[in-house]
């Protein structure tokens, strides 16, 4: 990367974020932004204008109570005449890009400024324990954001739909680099003079997150290789799934099921209750149906090529089944065999979308 | 005067043995129970035909995966059970599917229906972790130590109706201290009647209709009128109910869970929800900035003002919130308020009218211009 600004951040980069932001909503470059705003009860994204809330921004919250993603649709759902930039994770930017795909959100107007990120806590512990001392490490990272390989765009060809971004890591405390990754991310830059292409911190930036990837990407083989194990075959899926209490929490909060009304609970599948009985008669006793089991392979079905691995899934299951973790490692396996990268680009089309004559031959009766 | 069955044996066997009898003998044609799954300690509603398979059965395992009153309904929806079946249901399920068939989403012909006065269940989120019995052992032990049980959900141990309404069969449990070793099914009606006969045990006749221990029961009015204070100082107010649900992540588990809110597909969901133009441009000049997604709370609101007057308490919305919110402690405190102002009781009989398919000509003149 040859090009970048070097952002003083002796006050933490939330700030020099904020600061950024009012500059770019001064010069008129924006008409409004969305970020994570630290309110008394935690952290939300906020649609915001105004020069003053935008103290209250916060680059990189230790938690997502909501998938970002989800903020940008609920925006843009019905397009969008705004230039809004929007401050988000990569995989809540990933998500966000899935559903535009899926025209469920209108990125015309859209410029995205990724953060790299350092992993959030799992919703609940963060809201048990952290709250009122959030420095307490001792709190775990959800488990998919301790094996998350996108977390920065430094060095990541996986992820080029962001126009701007912030990079944190290798850096100490005291500045953050702004790195542009689109056209129109140059030309925020060039329109606000910013332009001090600071070689060392981007070289020292770009190492560190080399060293921390690297990691992480062994550290996924092993998490998935346990994940697979665990899931293996009929048996391991059925009692891996066998606490679900189907409330669908991991379906209401991911951020790739968006529909309205999810197949599973028009209740075209409901039994009569005489199928039912009839059902217990010839297996001595049935579990309420539908089995959850089929929920989630359903769900997998419609949803896991463009999973972004985010994990809220995982945060709201209240009988922590390790949701986020299954669909993830189901995920890598369907994106292979396509080679897609959900959220890499806008262009690229999802797989279902696009027809190929010769495709998927090896599962073809022959 | 009541029939009771008094049997010498623990209420655990007992209802296996008196379910298995009700098989065998034909008399239903499958039960409705919790039955323990393939891994360890994960139970779910289950419907067993087969008597062999009522080992499995355990009725009155303290958790609840669901509240049973919500699924009955979703089977029945369409028609009902031509069979007979047996139902064993804790008591706010019980008052669950009667508000269901109230509102048509149900159809209770040909279920016999066995609760128990309840001693609780645990959280979810807790039972979701138990490794071994223990935690099962304990909640049986402080039973037979005349105790509620320990670590039960805030809205058991708050619970005003652990006594089933309108069961065919009640079967005491919370308060009972001799439970691992004797117990009494009292016979409501004549159909839980015709059931028991040919069961080994000794028939009589019972004064009493169903008593929770005195002490129990005050230790609940006790914890209900402690959190209705906590609950004035914590949530009373526009701005600490703001505040009470700020964290709220709008996943609607709530919702999903609650058996009430049967809408196949919720106001909250649907397009007149989503965020317009003209709200967005509106918030913006007024005051700066706007969350996003919107309408939290007025979720919430909403809600309540939908369900509340039927909520039965079951607390399986504080269950599965992932905010930690407790929102079944709100929604009893204001679920209360309602249901006394119409002196509606959700559940206890499938004649009463909910209020709000009621016209009185005289109501409500204090709120009346």
Redesign the interface.
Known sequence: MKKGHLLPAQEGVSQAVAGFLKRCLEEKIFDAVVAPLDSHAGYNYVLLDDGELLDKVVAMPPVMPVQGAKAVQSLTHHGNSKKIAVVMRLCEIRAAVELSKLRQTDLENVFFIGVDCSGVIPLPDYLERARDKPKDTELMLRPLCQVCEDFSLAGNDRVTVVDLHVGTMGLGDSSALLIPSSAAGEDVLRQLGMDSKPVEEVNQWSTKVGVIRNERRKARKEALADIKKKVSGLEGLLEVFSQCIECHNCQSVCPICYCRLCFADKGTSADTADDYLQRANVAGAVRHLPEPLLFHLGRMAHMSLSCVSCGMCEDVCPVSIPVGRVVSLVSEETRGIFDYMPGRSVEEELPLARFELEELTEVEDV | MTTILKMNQGVRAAIKDFLRHLLETGAV??VFTL?K???PN?V???????P??LD?ATPFYPVM??NAGG?LS??????????P?AAVLRPCELRAFVELVKRQQG?PANIVTISSICAGVSP??AS??WESDQQVDEYWSAISNGELPPNIRDSCRICEHPVPMGADIVVPVAGEEEIDSKCSFLLNSEKGAKLAEGMPGEIGETEQEVKEVEQIRSFREKQRSELATELEKTVAGLERVI?TF??C?????CR??CPICYC??CEF???RS????QV?ETE?RK????????GTLAFHIGRLAHMAISCVGCGMCS??????IPVSSVFWKVGKAVQELFDYTPGRSVEEAIPITVFEEDELCEVED
């Open positions: 044609h499958a039955r799954q393939d891994s994960v779910s509603y289950s419907l067993i035909a087969d062999e398979k499995e995966p669901g699924l979703r089977i029945t929806l369409n028609e009902s059970f031509k069979d079946v159809n979810l989120k979701a972790q505040e700020a964290s992540t709008s996943c609607h588990g999903a869970v196949q597909l969901d649907s397009s989503e965020l317009k133009a967005v913006l005051r700066g900035g706007i969350r996003i997604p919107p269950d599965v919130c992932p905010a930690e």
